[in-house]
């Protein structure tokens, strides 16, 4: 008989992460994204708001990696600064809503009974609510305000995530570990945070990945429509846009910043498929 | 069946004032107004034109005062569009986007549905990876790159398709296959999806043992089940179709109610900013009950519960 090791659950799940090549592809692929979009900004020798107007529409080369625009500025100092910008709206505004989402989901399910189907009702009437209408309102009329949009994001995308919380924690509190923690006379505070929520984390982590791209989807159309991040600053949507309408002269400027966006949202979401199935191998896709 | 129909009509009043009151104040709250612009109007004009449009009321009487022509269906006047009031305005636009927004939908559903099918009765062969790798890069290209990678190619290169405009029927292709493509590409995923869970069950192994034909399993058996996702998918889809038409027609400078929604705002045209979102909610909560009566035809167990 051979002893057998514990293994945790994290640690199966990495293992089976590994397994799936795409996934791994799409880890690395998001890795060298941020790391290019942290560092891009200082390896290159322009910055990103350097106008030159001798070197406009400068097509790719030695001397610009991914040309110029139409005042000479460097697209690729631009494509790594939008990088950062987009990347940073989407990572902390997911956060935002995972904080608020995962509270609510928690007290919710973790209450039951009367609170919980009111709670619940909220966020079924907030659902049926036009939001990207109210957001994009909310950016015209209160200006383009950084923090305004975290939180504009983040308010409408914890419904989802308060739900699956909720759900995770109604299977949760029957469990043996939950009533053996209240006989021993914990308060609730310990056993919502301390027994609870890193067991119900799995399927939160999954969805955070998967909302990350959604948001910076909203956040470049935001961009797109002239409300996101203000000029000379870049995000990947407000290149998009002014790749847009130069496309004519100059098609790469609608190429790199296109191309960076489209393959993080790409790898985001393979990230996110493969995640699912890692942690939850009952529900992966045949 | 009446009754669910009912209860739900009745939550969407609370719901309509709720979205009315906080759009009513944060417009109010908002720097700016509706005859602060760059050219300099006199000062009694300006004073005028206010009381004019009950804008010197106390900000609470002009609420009550909204609201009171709101329940007789009064819309009110636009501030900036002259003469005109906004349920006129929102008569004249809506058509524009409607007729986007259907054709888009039409062109989902035509591609989305018969690649899911196909994907899912070819499971693990080139016919699902093909469909299901085209899928997935549909859904990470944003409209607003797919939008001006399709005029460049067939527009600028090709020649074949008006770049913009909404003057004849050839320039609907172009916003159409923009905002289409994207809902089509999850379509296909929630098909394929829908359409595998229904294979697996034991009633379609009871219709083959039956002996039906391969043909008749599929549309008069699986699709039944299979297609419920995509239905559900329908409420949210049309919700997004109506935001997502706001990018389209501002690529494609399309005169539609999206691009009226943002000059307003833009402009500080209280009463049409208000208008607008409320027709657009009235719009989706009435989709959703829709939806919602859709699902309870298909599926008799979602009908016991409700």
């Known amino acids: 008989m051979t002893l057998r090791t514990g293994s945790s659950l994290g640690k199966d799940a990495w293992i089976r992460l590994q397994g799936n090549r795409m996934a791994m592809f799409s880890l690395f692929f998001f890795v060298f994204v941020t790391i290019t979009s942290l560092f ?53 505004a997911t956060l935002v809503s995972l904080v608020i989402g995962v509270c609510y989901g928690m007290t919710s399910g973790y209450l039951g009974g009367k609170t919980d189907s009111l709670m619940m009702r909220i966020v079924d009437i907030l659902y049926s609510l036009p939001f990207t209408i109210f957001v994009i309102l909310l950016m015209v009329l209160f200006g383009r305000n950084f923090i305004l949009l975290f939180i504009a994001i983040g308010a409408v995308e914890w419904l989802t995530m308060a739900r699956i919380t909720r759900a995770q924690t109604l299977n949760l509190k029957r469990a043996e570990f939950i009533e053996a923690a209240r006989a021993l ?14 067991n119900l984390l799995g399927p939160v982590i999954v969805y955070a990945t998967l909302t990350v791209p959604a948001v910076m989807l909203l956040e470049a159309v935001l961009s797109f429509l002239g409300l996101g991040v203000q000029a000379p600053m870049s995000s990947w949507g407000s290149l998009i846009k002014e790749g847009a309408e130069k496309m004519d002269a100059a098609p790469w400027l609608i190429a790199f910043p296109g191309l960076f966006f489209c393959l993080t949202l790409f790898s985001l979401n393979f990230l996110g498929d493969g995640l699912r199935d890692a942690l939850d191998p009952k529900s992966s896709k045949d | 069946m009446k009754k669910f129909i009912f209860s739900r ?70 501030f900036k569009y002259v003469g005109w009031n906004v349920s006129e305005i929102i008569a004249l636009a809506f058509p524009v986007s409607l007729t986007l ?86 379509i296909a995923r929630l098909t394929r999806a829908g359409m595998l869970e229904t294979l ?28 419920l996702p995509v239905v559900t998918f329908l409420g949210p889809a049309f919700a997004g179709l109506v935001s997502g038409s706001f990018i389209i027609e501002s690529i494609f400078f399309i005169p ?21 979102v409320l027709f657009y909610a009235t719009l989706i909560i009435f989709l959703n009950l829709l939806v919602d009566l859709l699902q309870a035809i298909l599926d008799p167990k979602a009908r016991q519960e409700s």
């Open chain 1, 40 to 92: 891009g900004p200082s390896l290159s020798p322009y910055d990103y708001d350097e106008q030159n107007l001798e070197k406009v529409f400068e097509a790719p080369g030695v001397d610009h990696w991914f040309g110029t625009d139409n005042l000479g500025r460097d697209l690729f100092a631009r494509v790594t600064h939008g990088g950062r910008i987009s990347l940073a709206v989407g990572l902390l």
């Open chain 1, 185 to 198: 006379g914990y308060s609730h505070k310990r056993i919502l945070f301390v027994h609870l929520l890193p």
């Open chain 2, 9 to 78: 009509i009745l939550q969407a009043i609370p719901t309509l004032l709720v979205i009315a009151t906080l759009t009513f104040f944060m417009t109010r709250f908002a720097p700016g107004g509706p005859f602060d612009s760059e050219k300099a109007i006199p000062e009694e004009i300006k004073v005028k034109l206010e009381s004019h449009f009950g804008l010197n009321l106390p900000l609470f009487e002009q609420y009550l005062l909204y609201m009171k022509n709101l329940l007789k269906g009064d819309l009110g006047p636009s």
């Open chain 2, 101 to 186: 927004g259907v054709c888009s939908l039409i062109i989902a559903l035509v591609i989305g549905l018969p690649a899911g099918i196909i994907a899912a009765l070819h499971k693990n062969t080139i016919w699902d990876y093909l469909p299901m790798s085209l899928a997935m890069i549909g859904l990470c290209l944003p409209t607003f790159v797919l939008g001006p990678i399709l005029i460049l190619v067939f527009s600028s290169y090709l020649k074949i398709l008006p770049p913009l405009g909404w003057y004849s029927w050839p320039d609907l292709i172009l916003p159409s296959l923009t905002l289409g493509l994207f809902y089509a590409a999850y």
């Open chain 2, 200 to 227: 697996k069950q034991d009633y379609i192994k009871t219709a083959r043992a039956k002996g039906a034909s391969p043909s008749r399993v599929i549309f008069k058996h699986a699709l039944r089940g299979g297609l």
């Open chain 2, 256 to 276: 539609g109610l999206g691009k009226f929604f943002i000059t307003a705002a833009f402009n500080r045209d209280y009463t049409m900013v208000l208008g607008t």
